[in-house]
């Protein structure tokens, strides 16, 4: 994939935790202050599986085995979702739960835009074990239920815990301890984007 003119100037910010950390909560919260267009990796994969299209279906039987979607297909749902965004006015655009893992974080970068900062919400497990499977009360969500949680609490630790130590190595990682009320993590988290000066 040759990189994207129309998104050379795009400020990005990758948005990390692990399941139950609050990225979805605390996104909306920022895109209604600062404008920027959300994207979810996961919403944009749910609703490709969503719309039943043959790529859909594959997708579908990966999520509900708990493991990770394609490096390819995945980046390709992000780069059509910001340049459909930025047609619109979009000028950034926060990415969450994107990159899972380093390759994916690498070829994001050359191939799309280079992050400005990753917002990482560090939280325990005890307490996103506690969110997802009171979410799963009422989501209809097939990963919110305690097996699958549990195997997704391992894939963060291997695949995603490395991308955050690459980004602080580039001091790029904004970590937020999400353990409070949602208010109280927004409050941290405007302190650190008006520093950012988006």
Known sequence: MAPVDQLKDAKVIFVLGGPGSG?????ER????YGLAHLSSGDLLRAEV???????NRLKAIMESGELVSLDIVLELI???????????AKGFLIDGYP????????????????KAVLFFDVSEEVMQQRLLKRGET??????NEATIRKRFQTFQQLTKPVIEHYKGQGKVIQVDASGSVDEVFGQVQKQLDALKL
Do not use: H, N, Y
């Open 79 to 89: 780069r059509d979702a910001m340049l459909a965004r930025g047609a619109a006015g």
């Open 30 to 33: 920022i895109v209604a202050k």
């Open 100 to 115: 899972r893992e380093l390759e994916q974080g690498v070829r994001f970068e050359s191939e799309l835009v280079p992050c």
């Open 23 to 27: 990225k979805g909560t605390q996104c």
């Open 139 to 144: 989501s209809g969500r097939v990963d919110d």
């Open 50 to 56: 969503a719309s039943g299209s043959e790529r859909g």
